[in-house]
């Protein structure tokens, strides 16, 4: 059964740090792989998919990595803003009906 | 504009009574999904949908019903069976299969009075 995990819960940084969010599956057999945004009370937004077959995908300051064999994937966000405190999530489709396995989440605050 | 859209935003049920929230989405999605939201536990599914008139369960579907009547739409209804329905909900589409990205709406907050 694939298991998706999020490593820290929870960070701080001030503002204008580069950091790193983690999300690690147990099942190597993904076709991709998704990032996501969450505010509070709200829904969530996409921000990068990354296909088995990508190392990499970027958009703006984001990075997000795939290595599939060790079962692991990281988010880099560059230039930390007040603006990027949010949950951010990672999900693994299961099986080929779309359904996502979620991890906990990182929570993220970024201080002025 | 396209996207997925949830109404109510905010909807309150007593003790007994059935509710259904509403899902709907002009993104020409094959695929929908409804997820349930807690505190501290993650996003986990509770039914989805791949084709109209087709729909199987999640992983936490007791206490819950849905339908499929139209490619746009897949309302959730949450019966009186569900003992513990406070959470926030979440629906969601994409294309079948679910090879792309998955797009969601901006959720229901149900609570029990």
């Known amino acids: 059964k694939q298991e998706v995990t999020q490593i820290p819960a929870a960070l701080s940084v001030p503002e204008g740090e580069n950091l790193v969010l983690n999300c690690s599956f147990t099942?190597?057999?993904?076709?991709?792989l998704q990032w996501f945004r969450q505010d509070p009370g709200k829904g969530l937004t996409s921000l990068l998919l990354?296909?088995?077959?990508?190392r990499e995908q970027t958009s703006g300051r984001l990075n997000a990595s795939l290595d599939k064999s060790s079962g692991r994937s990281t988010l880099y966000i560059a230039a930390s803003q007040p603006g990027d405190s949010a949950t951010y999530l990672c999900?693994?489709?299961?099986?080929?009906?779309?359904?996502?396995?979620f991890g906990q989440g990182t929570t993220l605050q970024v201080k002025p | 504009d396209g996207g997925i859209t949830q109404s109510p935003k905010y909807l309150f049920r007593k003790e007994g009574q059935n509710v259904t929230l509403s899902c709907e989405q002009n993104?020409?999605?094959?695929?929908m999904y409804w997820y349930r939201q807690d505190p501290g536990q993650g996003l986990r599914l509770i039914y989805y949908s791949q084709i109209v008139n087709d729909f199987q369960k999640g992983d936490i579907a007791e206490g819950y019903s849905v339908s499929r009547e139209k490619k746009e739409s897949f309302p959730l209804t949450v019966t009186s069976a569900q003992k513990n329905p406070t959470a926030f909900y979440l629906c969601?589409?994409?294309?079948?299969?679910?090879?792309?990205?998955?797009?969601f709406g901006p959720g229901t907050r149900l609570t029990v009075l």
């Open positions: 990354i296909q088995s077959s990508q």
């Open positions: 993104l020409n999605h094959d695929a």
């Open positions: 969601a589409s994409g294309l079948a299969g679910g090879w792309d990205t998955q797009y």
């Open positions: 099942d190597s057999a993904i076709y991709n």
């Open positions: 999900a693994v489709p299961s099986g080929n009906t779309g359904k996502l396995i």
